[in-house]
């Protein structure tokens, strides 16, 4: 009686474990069968992605690509543009230009004939004047002549100037020599000893002012023919 319990709950409890892992096969089996479901969804997933991928990407191509083509035509239309408003520029600085340069030519026309009519002018001005100045010399020169009056003395004792054609200017030379503004000082009075003893003491360029003064006079007297009260009492 024992052993047919026993043999009974054996029996059970391996249909038992018999069903436990049935179940268990089962649920392994669902689990997997889920599993694959899942990669192969996943899978298709990942291929529709990647599809979608590719195709965005080739969109993106077509878009850069078309997007190019439209710049290089707009370049190419500004290029055309800028080359038709350069070459309008260029006939209108051209057309300017020659509208200047021949402004220029008849200003430049314009302006040599009046500076020739003014040099022109400026010459017969300069030959009334030299004319005139030749009269006036002439009628000078033969005052002088008549009247004996020394070179020094006339043109109130100065030079009439005149310019490189040596034609004359209202402008007059005075020519005077300013030995006599220097001092005799011991310096000179050593120089005239110094040179006393190599050279004539009556020829030396340093010499007492009495002395300077009569030589001096009678150097200017020889050389322009005047005589003066000085000369008249040293010669007295």
Known sequence: MMKKKKLEYDEKKLDKKYKLDKKYKSEEKKKLEEKKELDKKKELEEKKK??????KKLEEKNK???????????????????KDKDYK????????DYKYDEKKK???????????????????KKK??????????????SQLFISKIPFF????????????????????YFIGIIDFL???????????????LKYDKNKISTV??????????????????????STNKSKK
């Open 89 to 96: 520029y260029d006939e209108k600085k051209k057309d300017k």
């Open 50 to 55: 990647s599809e979608y991928d590719e195709k």
């Open 153 to 172: 003395k006339s043109e109130n004792g100065g030079i009439l100037a005149t310019d490189e054609k040596d034609s004359p200017i209202d402008e007059q």
């Open 128 to 141: 009334e004047k030299l004319q005139k100045f030749e009269n006036q010399k002439s009628v000078k020169e």
């Open 208 to 229: 007492n002012p009495q002395k300077y003064a009569v030589r001096f006079i009678k150097f200017i007297t020889q050389i322009t023919g005047t005589k003066t009260e």
């Open 64 to 82: 850069s690509e078309e997007k190019k083509k439209l710049e290089e035509k707009k370049k190419l239309e500004y290029d055309e543009k800028k």
């Open 106 to 124: 008849d200003k430049d026309y314009k302006s040599e004939e009046k500076k020739k009519k003014l040099e022109l002018e400026e010459e017969k």
């Open 182 to 196: 220097q001092k005799y000082t011991t310096k000179k009075k050593l120089a005239h000893q110094f040179k006393s």
